[in-house]
């Protein structure tokens, strides 16, 4: 799991369900990739978990991002697009 995205609104976490640990021996039978992008908006107490093509979405929002960097406005913006997807509470674990 790795925070790529906090603020007062929105947090963003890209999640690596299946990274395995360093101890872990290699899988025999190859695993389907189930990683994911969860983004919780903090006003509401909601959160998003985007897996497969709008994970890669994402991701491809993300790449563009890095060689041109949003100001935050725009990222809050984009971030406030996916947060009306956001129908889970946010529980702690």
């Known amino acids: 799991m790795q925070m790529l995205y906090d603020s007062e609104s929105f ?3 890209q999640i690596h369900a299946n990274a395995p640990e360093a101890s872990a021996p290699a899988p025999v039978v190859p695993q389907l990739a189930r990683n ?8 509401s107490g909601k959160e998003v978990y985007l897996d497969g093509s709008w ?3 994402f991701q491809q929002r993300l790449n563009v991002w890095q060689k041109n960097t ?5 990222v809050e913006d984009m971030l406030e697009s996916y947060a009306e997807l956001a129908h889970t509470p946010v529980g702690l674990h």
């Open 11 to 13: 947090a963003v976490v």
């Open 36 to 43: 994911g992008f969860e983004i919780v908006d903090k006003r």
């Open 55 to 57: 994970a890669e979405l």
């Open 70 to 74: 949003p100001t935050q406005e725009e």
